[in-house]
Nanobody, 128 residues
Framework: QVQLVESGGGLVQAGGSLRLSCAASGRAFSSYAMGWFRQAPGKEREFVAAINWSGGSTYYADSVKGRFTISRDNAKKTVYLQMNSLKPEDTAVYYC?????????????????????WGQGTQVTVSS
């Protein structure tokens, strides 16, 4: 079992920055593909960014490309989402997710991995 705990959310003005963290417990974190998702009020959850087990491959939603950066520190069992140039439309609850890199993960594009583990979410609010 893996538990994921997000932190770093908050209130920020448009144009500002935040860095979200997702700390994992359990073993084999370095073998997990990790992703960030978000859900705004009244909307479905949407993919934001993903990173493979080594950090050597990343993928972003078009809406955040060039503004957000996903990274990981396997020694610290943590994945990060650096968010710059924030916009009011980035307001949402942000969730991290993880899945062991098995045959399904290897065969699936980063944006479409069916994750097994999810955090509880952290609120990000961007004021205009």
């Amino acid at each position: 079992q893996v538990q994921l705990v997000e932190s770093g959310g908050g209130l920020v003005q448009a144009g500002g920055s935040l860095r979200l963290s997702c700390a994992a417990s359990g073993r084999a974190f370095s073998s997990y593909a990790m992703g960030w998702f978000r859900q705004a009020p009244g909307k479905e959850r949407e993919f934001v960014a993903a990173i493979n087990w080594s950090g050597g491959s990343t993928y972003y939603a078009d809406s955040v490309k060039g503004r957000f950066t996903i990274s990981r520190d396997n020694a610290k069992k943590t994945v990060y989402l650096q968010m710059n140039s924030l916009k009011p439309e980035d307001t949402a609850v942000y969730y991290c997710a993880g899945r062991y890199t098995d045959a399904v993960v290897v065969a699936t594009p980063l944006a479409r991995i069916p994750y097994d583990y999810w955090g509880q979410g952290t609120q990000v609010t961007v004021s205009s």
